[in-house]
């Protein structure tokens, strides 16, 4: 079954996901869907992503517990990106963290 909407994945059959709170706007975490992931996250209403490093689907929380819930999904202007707005049931960093975006760079962090 192919997706209805015209999603461009790149190359490796990768698209880019970002995963945003749904009700604080707060950017939770970044990971990448194939076809399959994406598929199952808009049938099953929890998500599903796929990792570069394992090659494979892994559904959000399948470890930790801590799913996140699809609250709607979103496609940007190009097609080329996926916005998941969603509640997650706990931190959604590996870390413990809640988002995956604790760690400001600054100017210090660039060496000459």
Same mark, same amino acid.
């Given at each position: 079954?192919?997706?209805? #909407? ?11 996901? =970002?995963?945003? +709170?749904? *009700? @604080?706007?707060?950017? !939770? ?18 998500a599903w ?10 559904? #959000? ?11 709607? =999904?979103?496609? +940007?202007? *190009? @097609?080329?990106?996926? !916005? ?29």
């Amino acid at each position: 079954m192919k997706l209805t #909407k015209d999603i461009k994945f790149n190359e490796k059959g990768l698209i880019p996901a =970002i995963a945003q +709170d749904a *009700d @604080s706007g707060e950017v !939770l975490m970044l990971a990448y869907m194939n076809e399959e992931a994406l598929r199952r996250t808009l049938t099953s209403g929890e998500a599903w992503f796929y990792s570069r490093s394992r090659q494979e689907l892994w559904h #959000k929380g399948e470890t930790s517990g801590n799913i996140l819930k699809v609250r709607s =999904i979103w496609k +940007d202007c *190009d @097609s080329d990106t996926i !916005l998941i707005k969603g509640k997650a049931s706990g931190p959604v960093c590996h870390t413990g963290n809640d988002t995956c975006f604790f760690q400001e760079l600054t100017e210090k962090d660039v060496k000459d």
